[in-house]
Structures are given as structure tokens and as C-alpha cells.
């Protein structure tokens, strides 16, 4: 069972919007900050999202990210076929001085 | 261009040991921490460890404390894992990832990944 808890799987029709939670504890999402990563088949994970809502050069502004509290959220606007992909939330949890990553969500885009 | 390769994955018998290696290119490799992260068939990512700049190493996961080790050579722009007494929980996809900082920690984010490096512990 992962430290970091996320819906396996989230779906929305092409173009809408849609977001995914990640809920934490005080030891990580309460007092660090939360990156987003992208993993597609076949490829190398990806960096959306960093430092809870910055994006590195490249990510487009339709990815975006918040945290409140002990909940972080990504949210991915104009979806495309290409989005299809599983989602990862990681920080760093200073209880277990170890990074952890939730579980992963899996986004369909209809 | 940033890259990682990682190299030194295959088919290994339970109890054995195998070295993952994993080498730079397109950045100051001795000014960022380092990572390996891995994702077993059909799972999700799971941290295995860090290494800031100077060599200081980060926790394991507690599954691998005390069979693997992580270290890097800043010289040869190398990052390296050493995985003893290998079981079959250990068959896995294993990434290297850079670290947007030089010490690992509360700030950090892992933004350059190389494809991984496939291990599979299996008689």
C-alpha cells in the first residue's frame, strides 16, 4: 500500500478537463513539495509538474498543479489521445527520510 | 541534450547479485543528486535510493536495505547499483533519474529519467 493515495483510474471526454488527487500525510504532503510525473508505455517517465505547481520548460500550460494542506492535486486541461498515460504524485516524506510515490492513476480520455 | 543510459539488467538466479550502471551525458553530472527508481510488471514506481553530489547516500527502501548499494563515480559521470541476494520481488523495470538539486530532499524532483534497465530474478 503506497504512502501517497491516488484514484487507479480517471477518465474524461477529449477536450474537457480533469483532475487527480493525491492525499498525504503531515510527514510529506503537509510540509514538502509535491512533483508529477508522467509515464506512457514504452517510454522514460516524465516531469509535469515540480516544487507543487511549477512546470519545467516544455510542459505546456494545459498541465497544471496544486496543494492544499495534505492533498495535492494535477489537473490537465484540453485533453488529447496522447494524455492517455498513468500519472505518478512523488515527495519527499521526512518521517521515512525516503522518497515515496503514490500508486498511480491511469487516465482515459474518451 | 540530457541523457540517461542504464545498462547491466537481464535474467539472474535468486541469491545472486547483479550491478546496475547508469552513465550521463549533456549535464554536469557532479552537481545533482541521483536516483534509482523501479516498477515491478504491472505496479506502480518505487523509490530504491539516492546519492547527493558528494556521495552522501539516502535511505533505502526497506525491502532492499542491507542487500543493495547505491554509488557514483563523478569522474566517469556514472551512477551505480549493486544488488545482492536478489529475490524474486526484486524483477523489475530499474530507472535512474536525476535530481533537480545537488542534495536530495524536501525540494527535489526527478527530471531527467533514462528508459530503465529490465531485472528479472527467476531460476
Known amino acids: 500500500q503506497s504512502v501517497l493515495t491516488q484514484p487507479p483510474s480517471v477518465s474524461a471526454a477529449s477536450g474537457q478537463k480533469v483532475t487527480i488527487s493525491c492525499s498525504g500525510s503531515s510527514s510529506n504532503l503537509g510540509i514538502n513539495f509535491v512533483s508529477w510525473y508522467q509515464l506512457l508505455p514504452g517510454t522514460a517517465p516524465k516531469l509535469l509538474i515540480y516544487n507543487n505547481n511549477k512546470r519545467p520548460s516544455g510542459i505546456p500550460d494545459r498541465f497544471s498543479g496544486s496543494k492544499s494542506g495534505t492533498s495535492a492535486t494535477l489537473g490537465i486541461t484540453g485533453l488529447q489521445t496522447g494524455d492517455e498515460a498513468t500519472y505518478y504524485c512523488g515527495i519527499w516524506d521526512s518521517s521515512l527520510s525516503a522518497w515515496v510515490f503514490g500508486g498511480g492513476t491511469e487516465l482515459t480520455v474518451l | 541534450e540530457m541523457q540517461l543510459v542504464e545498462s547491466g539488467g537481464g535474467l539472474i538466479q535468486p541469491g545472486r547479485s547483479l550491478r546496475l550502471s547508469c552513465a550521463a551525458s549533456g549535464f554536469f553530472f557532479d552537481n545533482y543528486a541521483m536516483h534509482w527508481v523501479r516498477q515491478a510488471p504491472g505496479k506502480g514506481l518505487e523509490w530504491v535510493s539516492g546519492?547527493?553530489?558528494?556521495?552522501?547516500?539516502?535511505n533505502f527502501a526497506d525491502s532492499m536495505k542491507g542487500r543493495f548499494t547505491i554509488s557514483r563515480d563523478n569522474a566517469k559521470d556514472s551512477l551505480y547499483l549493486q544488488m545482492d541476494s536478489l529475490r524474486a520481488e526484486d524483477t523489475a523495470l530499474y530507472y535512474c533519474?536525476?535530481?533537480?538539486?545537488?542534495?536530495?530532499?524536501?525540494?527535489?524532483?526527478?527530471?531527467?529519467w533514462g528508459q530503465g534497465t529490465m531485472v528479472t530474478v527467476s531460476s
Open positions: 533519474a536525476k535530481d533537480v538539486l545537488p542534495v536530495a530532499g524536501t525540494l527535489g524532483a526527478f527530471d531527467i
Open positions: 546519492i547527493n553530489w558528494n556521495g552522501d547516500i539516502l
